[in-house]
């Protein structure tokens, strides 16, 4: 069981940062052979990330919805993120290729979907009240939140 911090806490991350944001949404729920290794094959690229740090992946966080997962990544820097995505050695392309192969266009059983965030420095804010260490808090520093909420400011452009 995830270690819960009681009281508001914040994070930050020095330098820019990137926030990926991917997932997929089952749109057929009788073909999850078609669904299924499409959901399948993020655990293994994850455990991938983790195991290699000079990659520039910082953390992720999966958030299950009722027709899908989404993943939010962060990583160090846009660049790492698409040398991971065309790195011919690496678990993404033949991940690609085989949702292309079975369910890509031609198939709308199951449908995927990223949206990509630069951050530039000082850019970002965020509270976590009462949580475990999620998301930037994994990604950077987990520091307590002082100051009022209206300070949220000041703490963007610390």
Known sequence: MATI????????IDG????????????RLLAPHKWLPTL????????????????GFLSAEYCLAWRGVTLIQYWRSFDQ???????????HLPAWKAFNQSAGNADASVGVWHETYQVAAGHS??????MPRYGLAVAGTHEPATGHLREARTRMQS
Not at 81 to 91: E, I, S, V
Not at 125 to 130: Q, S
């Open 5 to 12: 911090y009681p009281g508001r806490y914040s994070s930050r």
């Open 16 to 27: 820019p940062f990137v926030v990926f944001l991917i997932g997929m949404r089952i749109n």
């Open 40 to 55: 399948r094959a993020m655990p293994p690229m994850i455990r991938e990330l983790y195991a290699n740090p000079s990659l």
């Open 81 to 91: 993120l698409l040398d991971y995505a065309q790195a011919r050695d690496a678990q």
């Open 125 to 130: 804010e965020c509270i976590y009240a009462n």
